[in-house]
């Protein structure tokens, strides 16, 4: 496995390669992200993965700052899940000077994890974009687990015509069905035991509404009511549309389960697609 560091020594890395496969990360890494490279290489014979803490999606210099960096780690489990290539850029290369040129994403980037966190996906988008420029795969692989950045990765991607496919991966949860993530590592004992809670949430929306239920409004009420009878802060518990995040409507048989809040200082977020049987009626 080589580390490369520089966007240049990159590009002459990748020269020969006619089949690239990317796996953006800001490190940290977990058995989640192992799954997205296991994806990626059923994808192509050279798998880049990126390990970059991206400044412009944070909106608190402190989130930035305490974020995990593990890189020695990181680089020890990339290295046995056979990653070819590690690109670790300094800030410096990928922000080089003051980023004047940004992504401006879709209304939806304002809504749900938006609304929470403004400019996020604006600096998502910004740093997504560079890094497919720079590595230039034919396949990037995201996970469902951040499902509005997914969603909002694939619409770039189409809107400007960009030569790369997107793989989504399904989330891989621990075995009580906790969604595995950076921020878990902050949780206390007693927490990560609660934590399972979002998960059970966004299991009962799904029931209900596989069971016939068509009162969205009062199942989120419900979610969100009952994770704060517990002690979470809850940011939203929403059901969605999964092709464009807006509310459902009559005839829908697809949906997504959102749901993001707070347990002591971790921000947790997960999700869950649900399937109906019958098609809805108006909710």
Known sequence: ME????????????????????VPTMGNIHAGHLRLVAEAHDHAPCVVTTVFVNPLQFNQPADFTSYPRTFEDDC????????????????????????VFIVEPPPIANKLEGRFRPGHFRGMTTVVLKLLNIVQPQVAVF???????????????????????????ETLRAPDGLALSSRNRFLSAE??????????????????????????????FAADASLARYGWQ????????PLTLTAPEPGDREFVGLGAARLGETRLIDNMEIFAAQPVGNP
């Not at 809850?234 to 549309?241: E, F």
Request: net charge positive; hydrophobic share 45%; glycine share 4%.
């Open 143 to 169: 996970g469902k687990k951040d499902f509005q950045q997914l969603h909002i990765v694939r619409h770039m991607v189409q809107q400007l015509a960009l030569p790369v496919q997107i793989v989504a991966v």
């Open 191 to 220: 927490q990560r035991l609660e934590a399972t809670r979002l998960y059970r949430a966004l299991s009962d929306l799904k029931a209900a509404i596989e069971a016939g239920d068509r009162n969205f409004a009062a199942m989120e």
């Open 3 to 22: 580390v490369i560091t520089t966007i240049a020594d990159l590009r002459r890395r990748l020269r020969d390669e006619r089949q690239v496969a990317c």
């Open 76 to 99: 020890a489990k990339l290295e046995a899940a056979g990653v070819h290539v590690v690109f670790h850029p300094t800030e410096g290369q990928i922000y080089p000077e003051a980023q």
């Open 234 to 241: 809850v940011d939203y518990v929403a059901l969605r549309r």
